[in-house]
Every structure is written in structure tokens, then in C-alpha cells.
């Protein structure tokens, strides 16, 4: 636990800053690298505690992992010569790392166990077991599998046709990679299609991978074949500064090489909606599109956030309600229950702790209401150990009238390590 008091008098954001690589794609990247035979290498890797607790997993593997900086080679003997790991792997705070392995494993040929933090072993994993099983999959687990710790014991799958109950990539992504080694063509179909990252990749990897609206799928035995990733910056990361430039009065914040995935973009559609001045610029069209997006204070306005926007800015939601708190009017988010089950129950969290800062918000059974502006003061904040809920106290604090505390900062180098470092770079004192 690393508690922190923040005191910004009349600050003022201006700069650039680049925000650290794709959470998604970094794991992704990790896993990929070590399904494939041969020599993998990243650019642009988060060195986030989450990622590289991925990378921990899959050297009890037998899998080579170099890390040097933000560059990373991977060196496979291929998912079928994984050696069977003499210990437990442990997913830390990652609900990715833990269901998306889930999916990996259960196609592999070893016996391993996977378990995580106090956060983890609370978070539903039948969603992606109940799945796997249908596929065929052995996995034994605490409460018949929904908790951790996980058994699992590597076989031949079966493909399944699967309609998804909750829009959810990690869920997708976990069948998938399964498919990769069951017999037949795997499919999963979604309502709304949640971020593609785990779809971009394997293409990337050579495989063939079938996509047509909600509907995603691809035939088993195909093995992946060893390539370069570049990661582009994290969306999610950036939106912490994109919400502090256009809250903190006569501000400019430049953030480059931000990931534009369309499945990841909602709070840019968000933002305008809002009355946010943004300008996308040097936009690049790679496996994963990128943009430079400059943010500058405004008068904002209240919106609505709901429906098929919410699987594309899932993880901004407490930022963005922090951002609701300075609009005009009333900002409703709904059809977000899926907060609930995060690294904490997010609804809970922005709602209690954006009241302390003086907030008026209130929780609804699957969102929150808030009416605003309002001005916010000093307070005694909790994060829960969510690097998101830390992240929005510290935002809040730039534009508190007064000492902000937040009780634990360490959990931000989950997903955003050097934090603290790019609030300093940006904030210029005008007293
Ligand atoms: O990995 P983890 O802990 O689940 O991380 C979170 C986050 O806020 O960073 C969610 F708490 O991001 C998830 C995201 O919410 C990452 C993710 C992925 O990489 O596939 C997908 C989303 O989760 P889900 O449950 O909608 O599939």
C-alpha cells in the first residue's frame, strides 16, 4: 500500500506526453509469442504489473522471454513442447491473463494451475468455463469452477457455435484460442463485437480468422507462425489525460501514437458529445490504428452513455464520470453492469468516492446519474487496489480545492507505471 496526498494550486496542464503500450495487446502479444514456434519480438510492451505477470506464467512454460525496456523477445518451443509447469501460475491482479489462459491451456498438453490476487479470486470465471466445457475442456475449480484457483488439464477440444451472454472479449478471446486445438470450426457470435484485438492478432500470427459482423470464427489445427508486434499506446491510459486536459482550465495536452481501434474508441465519440475540444491528427493505419489526439479545456456538456457504446469504453468509465462531474446537466450511464465484476465493483467505487470529493452522483442498478458542474474539494479516497478508481482520484485531485489522499497508488503500475511522472512533465503551477 503506498498512500499519497496531492495538492495542486491552480494548476495548468501543457505538454505532450506519450502514454505506455496496450494493456490488451501487450498480453496478447505474450501469449501469441509463446503459442508460436520460434522467435517472437515487441515494441511498445507494457511494463504494467498485470503484463508481466503474464510473462512469469509462461516462463514456468519453458517459454524464453527477454525484456529489454519496452522491447521484448519471446523464444517458443510452440504451445505442443510447452513443458508441464512444477508450479502454480499466478495471474496477479489480471482477469485477462487468468480467462484468456484459460482458453490457451485447455487446448495445450500439460497439467497446470492457475491462481491470482484477493481481487482475481473473486471474479466470475464460469463465464469463460461454462464455454471451454461445452468445447470439452477439464478444468476443476473452486465453487465448481466460477472462482480461482483453477485446475486444468490440457486435452483436445471440440469446436463449439457459441452465442455470447455477455459482450465480453475475454470470454471470446478464451474460446477461440481454444478453437485453435479443438476439431472443427469455432464460432462465437456477439450481440455487439467487443474489442478485436485477440481476431487482429492471430492474423498477424498467420492464422485464418473469419469475421463478419458480430460473428467471429476459425478452424482448429492451425498452429501460429512466429512475427513482430508493434503495441501501440493504451487508450484507456490516454483517457485519464484526455479527461484531465479538458477539465483543468487553460490546458493543452498532446498524447501520441494512442491506439484508435474502433472497438476501443467510444470515449472519443464520448468526448465530442461533450463539448470536449479534441483534434485527431497522424493518423496510422497499422494492425492497430493510431492517432496523435490534442485536448485543450472547454465548457462542457452533459451526455448519455449506454447501449452498444459501453463494450467500447468499458475501462473509462470512472474517468469519464469524473469528466460528468464538471459538464452542465445531467450525464446518465447505463447498461454498465458489467462494472460490477471488474478488479472491484467500479459503480460502488466512482459512486462513493466521487461523493467524498463532493460529486452529485448516484448509483443506479447498472450505471450511475450525475448532475453537474460542480466544484470538487479535498478528500480521504480509497482505490481498492484498482489502478483505474486510483487513477481517477489523482485526476480529481488537479482540480480539488484542497488535499487529496488516496489510501493505495501502488495498484496504478497495474496498467500505467510511470503516472505520477507524466502528471508532473504536464502540470505547470500558476501561483
Ligand atoms: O484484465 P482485467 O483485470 O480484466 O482488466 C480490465 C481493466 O480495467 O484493465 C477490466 F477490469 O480490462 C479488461 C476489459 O474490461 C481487458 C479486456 C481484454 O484485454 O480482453 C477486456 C475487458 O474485459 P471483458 O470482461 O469485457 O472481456
Given at each position: 500500500m503506498t498512500e499519497k496526498t496531492l495538492h495542486y494550486l491552480n494548476c495548468t496542464l501543457q505538454g505532450a506526453v506519450t502514454v505506455p503500450g496496450d494493456k490488451s495487446v501487450s498480453h496478447r502479444s505474450?501469449?501469441?509469442?509463446?503459442?508460436?514456434?520460434?522467435?517472437?519480438?515487441?515494441?511498445?510492451?507494457?511494463?504494467?504489473?498485470?503484463?508481466?505477470?503474464?510473462?512469469?506464467?509462461?516462463?514456468?512454460?519453458?517459454?524464453?522471454?527477454?525484456?529489454?525496456?519496452?522491447?521484448?523477445?519471446?523464444?517458443?518451443?510452440?504451445?505442443?513442447?510447452?513443458?508441464?509447469?512444477?508450479?502454480?501460475?499466478?495471474?496477479?491482479?489480471?482477469?485477462?491473463?487468468?480467462?484468456?489462459?484459460?482458453?490457451?491451456?485447455?487446448?495445450?498438453?500439460?497439467?497446470?494451475?492457475?491462481?491470482?490476487?484477493?481481487?482475481?479470486?473473486?471474479?466470475?470465471?464460469?463465464?469463460?468455463?461454462d464455454p471451454l466445457r461445452l468445447m470439452e475442456a477439464d478444468i476443476r475449480g473452486r465453487a465448481?469452477?466460477?472462482?480461482?484457483?483453477?485446475?486444468?488439464?490440457?486435452?483436445?477440444?471440440?469446436?463449439?457455435?457459441?452465442?455470447?451472454?455477455?459482450?465480453?472479449?475475454?470470454?471470446?478471446?478464451?474460446?477461440?484460442?481454444?478453437?485453435?486445438?479443438?476439431?472443427?470450426?469455432?464460432?462465437?457470435?456477439e450481440d455487439v463485437v467487443s474489442r478485436d484485438h485477440t481476431e487482429r492478432m492471430l492474423r498477424q500470427f498467420g492464422v485464418t480468422v473469419a469475421t463478419e459482423g458480430g460473428v467471429a470464427s476459425l478452424a482448429g489445427g492451425q498452429t501460429l507462425t512466429a512475427t513482430h508486434v508493434a503495441v501501440p499506446g493504451d487508450i484507456s491510459s490516454a483517457a485519464f489525460f484526455l479527461v484531465a486536459g479538458a477539465i483543468v482550465p487553460n490546458s493543452e495536452v498532446v498524447l501520441d501514437?494512442?491506439?484508435?481501434?474502433?472497438?476501443?474508441?467510444?470515449?472519443?465519440?464520448?468526448?465530442?458529445?461533450?463539448?470536449?475540444?479534441?483534434?485527431?491528427?497522424?493518423?496510422?493505419?497499422?494492425?492497430?490504428?493510431?492517432?496523435?489526439?490534442?485536448?485543450?479545456?472547454?465548457?462542457?456538456?452533459?451526455?448519455?452513455i449506454g447501449g452498444a457504446l459501453i463494450p467500447r469504453l468499458i475501462d473509462e468509465i470512472p474517468i469519464l464520470a469524473l469528466l460528468a462531474t464538471q459538464a452542465h446537466g445531467t450525464t446518465i450511464i447505463r447498461d454498465a453492469e458489467e462494472l460490477k465484476v471488474k478488479e472491484t465493483d467500479r459503480i460502488?467505487?466512482?459512486v462513493d468516492e466521487l461523493t467524498k470529493l463532493g460529486a452529485t452522483i448516484e448509483a443506479t442498478n447498472d450505471g450511475m446519474v450525475i448532475t453537474g458542474p460542480t466544484p470538487l474539494h479535498g478528500a480521504h479516497l480509497r482505490s481498492y487496489g484498482d489502478h483505474r478508481i486510483g487513477m481517477m482520484g489523482a485526476i480529481a485531485a488537479l482540480i480539488a480545492d484542497g488535499e487529496v489522499t488516496i489510501d493505495d497508488t501502488a495498484c496504478i503500475a497495474i496498467s500505467y507505471p510511470n503516472f505520477f511522472e507524466h502528471i508532473e512533465q504536464l502540470t505547470k503551477s500558476l501561483s
Open positions: 505474450i501469449m501469441f509469442g509463446a503459442m508460436a514456434t520460434g522467435t517472437t519480438t515487441v515494441e511498445g510492451f507494457l511494463l504494467g504489473e498485470d503484463c508481466l505477470d503474464t510473462i512469469k506464467c509462461f516462463r514456468k512454460l519453458g517459454v524464453t522471454i527477454d525484456v529489454q525496456g519496452t522491447n521484448v523477445t519471446i523464444t517458443s518451443p510452440g504451445i505442443a513442447a510447452w513443458q508441464e509447469p512444477s508450479e502454480v501460475l499466478y495471474t496477479g491482479n489480471s482477469g485477462t491473463t487468468t480467462r484468456l489462459m484459460l482458453g490457451v491451456l485447455a487446448g495445450s498438453k500439460v497439467h497446470s494451475i492457475m491462481t491470482g490476487d484477493a481481487s482475481i479470486a473473486k471474479r466470475p470465471m464460469r463465464r469463460v468455463v465448481n469452477g466460477q472462482f480461482t484457483p483453477l485446475a486444468i488439464q490440457g486435452k483436445t477440444l471440440k469446436a463449439i457455435d457459441y452465442k455470447m451472454p455477455v459482450a465480453s472479449a475475454q470470454v471470446k478471446s478464451a474460446i477461440l484460442l481454444a478453437g485453435l486445438h479443438a476439431e472443427g470450426t469455432t464460432i462465437v457470435r501514437n494512442v491506439g484508435m481501434n474502433e472497438t476501443r474508441d467510444g470515449i472519443i465519440d464520448v468526448l465530442r458529445a461533450m463539448n470536449v475540444n479534441l483534434r485527431v491528427s497522424n493518423e496510422m493505419n497499422g494492425a492497430e490504428p493510431t492517432a496523435t489526439l490534442t485536448v485543450t479545456s472547454s465548457t462542457l456538456q452533459s451526455t448519455t460502488t467505487a466512482v
